[in-house]
């Protein structure tokens, strides 16, 4: 029996059409959340997300506003803008697109920003309070892990749960939201000994090394809820000379005979992202009403 697809596109407009709901109860009170994307450069694919987000800002009922740089900005001039963006009262969450250009700190722009308005929660403030469980702002994809896996399995505690990747972005987080939820926390990697083994433990599998398809279907426990968090771009020859289509770092096809519940890619973890990127900036409103 094949498994259960977890349809992150669903999951994502039900947390959306929440969230309109609890935007529009705000705005009776005369806040109207507020969201400023920052984006250096001309890179298509970063224009492609940052224009997502602000068509996604305005549909709920919040305001957007966007800062598109050149992107020999010098970094001075970037992190006077964040400043500025720190005194608005307008605005709420602050998300500087990464990656930026090589002449510009990324930390040290994202340790100039608010970590109350720090809506990536990127901030070493905000690293600290999900690391201590203090309320804080969470990173987006692994907030959209979780609830992710949530919907397949709405009570996570006790489960095993093994996370395939170490980064800041997403491997640390989400192995920190799952301790929250009460479950045994491996963290793994691509130079774990043995990591087949590993994997066959968890009956919650997260992905994130960025290897398309890395992990093979005979890694996968029966029956365990698999989390793809990897987006990579591979050769597709059989749609002609130069084409390519996007891969997890699962192998889906061998993965979904085994697995109790999966998410594609795409069409799974992405769409969550931006959803919970509207979150926090709700989150964030309500924080700094207080």
């Known amino acids: 029996m094949s498994a259960t697809i977890i349809d992150g596109k669903a999951v994502a407009a039900a947390l959306r059409s929440r969230l309109a709901g609890e935007v529009t109860t705000l705005a009776g009170t005369g806040i109207t959340p507020g969201l400023a994307v920052v984006l250096l450069g001309e890179d298509a694919a970063s224009q492609v997300y940052v224009r997502n987000k602000a068509k996604q800002t305005r549909e709920i009922g919040m305001a957007s506003f966007e800062h598109r740089l050149p992107v020999d900005t010098p970094e001075a001039d970037l992190l006077a803008l964040v400043a500025r963006l720190n005194a608005d009262e307008a605005v709420d969450g602050i998300l500087v697109q990464l990656p930026l250009p090589d002449h510009i700190d990324a930390q040290k722009v994202i340790a100039a920003i608010d970590p109350d308005k720090d809506v990536d929660g990127f901030h070493p403030v905000n690293a600290g309070r999900l690391a201590t469980g203090l309320p804080g702002l969470v990173p987006c994809t692994p907030l959209g892990c979780v609830i992710l896996a949530k919907s397949a399995s709405p009570d996570l505690s006790g489960m095993e749960a093994v996370v395939v990747g170490r980064s800041n972005i997403v491997g640390k987080p989400v192995a920190q939201l799952l301790l929250a939820e009460n479950c045994t926390v491996t963290m793994a990697h691509s130079r774990s000994r043995d990591l087949p083994a ?33 987006i990579n771009r591979v050769p597709n020859p059989d749609a002609g000379d130069g084409k390519t289509r996007l891969v997890g770092d699962v192998a889906f096809d061998e993965a979904r005979m085994v697995a109790g519940a999966i998410t594609p890619v795409p069409g799974g973890v992405g769409p969550m992202t931006i959803a919970c990127l509207l979150q926090n900036t709700l989150t964030a409103a309500r924080q700094r009403q207080r």
């Open 198 to 230: 590993i994997c066959r433990r968890a009956d919650l599998l997260v992905a994130a090394v960025g290897r398309p398809e890395m992990v093979r279907g005979d890694w996968i426990k029966p029956g365990a809820i698999v989390i793809d968090v990897g």
